[in-house]
């Protein structure tokens, strides 16, 4: 039988070459100063010196490297669990390991960026991968315009088809704001009626004959119809994604504004089916679709709080005991002068699974505990004690003013 290793009393962990099976934190200094002293715990809690531990230091190493990733692998899993509904749809082109994620995370389609206040307001703030707003100056008379032409710098010079036109904010004068004209009357025909009450002595943009509600939208109504079928109605066309003519011939100065997506294209030329305008996404590969691509990386061990890395030593401990437990299983029995010595290895393995299923259902049990919905669930629970003048121990609480 050859001679089995032991572990010789100490560790270096600076002084290996590769002490670690992937070196996911091997550049972590926190991680460094702390792999020492965790093969040291562990060996300890194992018995030494009083008894021989058959564990070299890169057997130990690659437990506290396990019980990280585990932890974080853990800790990961319920936050997308817990935010997928929010992730589905957006970029996989950044890790999520220390971003607040909420309602509002990773914009889409509805949280716009404006980009500045004009397409000639210079591009230093525009985003190409959502709504961007613009705007050109209509002149009395001129109906046609160019919409590249008033485009800033960010996409100037641009193919029309390198931007989609998206809305167009050319609309009739509200109803509402001839109805109530102060200076042109109301058109309700009541000033006679005003007149006979002793209210025509008045402005005439006070009006003090109540009116049923219906009565208003019935007016407004009309207006709008009237415009519709005895004037030129506001619209408007858009040729080759370029050219505007609006609808009808301005009759004043004034300001356009309008909406656009920047248009991804292929090598010759043609828009890029597979490029999603708002979120710049070019292919399912590179969207969130469920649990397997949310980009959540290896946990930044320095930034594990004090509760994680008890945790993560505990698990160390469980996986050296299950790594224990399988070398002294290969030998079973050690032969001695006069006898053999049966060696502990199931007792290890038992205890090595036992610990490990604890640690998982304890570590899981917390991460429930924290999800949006438990949370809003305590909060309503507390708010609904206090209501009731019941503190968290269903006392009833005394307030003294």
Do not use: H
């Given at each position: 039988m050859s001679k089995i290793p032991i572990w010789p009393g100490?560790?270096?962990?600076?002084?290996?070459?590769?002490?670690?099976?992937?070196?996911?934190?091997?550049?972590d200094n926190d991680f460094r100063n702390d792999a020492d002293k965790v093969a040291n715990y562990v060996v300890q809690r194992l018995g030494y010196p009083l008894v021989d531990i058959e564990l070299q230091d890169i057997n130990l190493y690659s437990c506290f490297e396990e019980a990280v990733s585990e932890y974080g692998g853990q800790v990961y899993n319920y936050q997308i669990i817990n935010n997928l509904i929010t992730l589905k749809g957006k970029s996989t082109g950044s890790a999520l390991n220390q971003i607040n994620i909420d309602s509002s995370y990773g914009g889409g389609t509805d949280n716009y960026s404006g980009g500045g206040s004009s397409y000639g307001g210079g591009g230093s703030g525009l985003d190409p991968f959502q709504l961007q707003t613009g705007s050109l100056d209509v002149k009395l008379g001129v109906q046609r315009y160019d919409l590249l032409a008033n485009i800033g710098s960010t996409i100037s010079g641009s193919a029309p088809e390198s931007i989609t036109i998206q809305k167009i904010y050319h609309y009739a004068p509200a109803a509402i704001n001839r109805y109530f004209d102060p200076y042109a009357g109301t058109g309700t025909g009541i000033q006679s009626l005003m007149q006979t009450f002793g209210f025509g002595n008045y402005s005439p943009g006070v009006n003090f004959m109540l009116m049923p509600m219906y009565f208003d939208v019935l007016k407004l109504q009309a207006i709008e119809l009237n415009d519709t079928i005895r004037k030129s109605a506001y619209h408007f066309e858009i040729q080759n994604n370029r050219y505007l003519k609006l609808f009808p011939i301005p009759t004043r100065d004034y300001k356009l504004h309008f909406e656009y997506t920047q248009t991804f294209l292929t090598d010759d030329g043609n828009e890029d089916p597979t490029v999603?305008?708002?979120?710049?996404?070019?292919?399912?590969?590179?969207?969130?679709?469920?649990?397997?691509?949310?980009?959540?990386?290896?946990?930044?061990?320095?930034?594990?709080?004090?509760?994680?890395?008890?945790?993560?030593?505990?698990?160390?401990l469980a996986l050296a005991k299950e790594m224990l437990g399988s070398v002294r299983g290969k030998y079973q029995a050690l032969p001695i002068p006069g006898d053999t010595a049966t060696l502990d290895y199931g007792r290890l393995l038992a205890e090595a699974e036992k610990e490990k299923a604890d640690l998982i259902t304890q570590l899981r049990e917390d991460l429930n505990a924290t999800t949006t919905l438990a949370q809003l669930e305590r909060k309503s629970s507390e708010n609904m004690n206090l209501r009731e003048g019941l503190g968290y121990e269903d006392r009833y609480q005394i307030f003294i003013h």
């Open positions: 100490s560790s270096s962990f600076n002084s290996v070459e590769q002490p670690t099976p992937f070196g996911f934190y091997d550049d999603n305008a708002l979120t710049g996404t070019t292919s399912s590969l590179s969207t969130i679709t469920d649990l397997s691509n949310a980009p959540y990386e290896n946990p930044t061990y320095s930034f594990i709080n004090a509760p994680g890395k008890q945790w993560i030593r505990r698990y160390s």
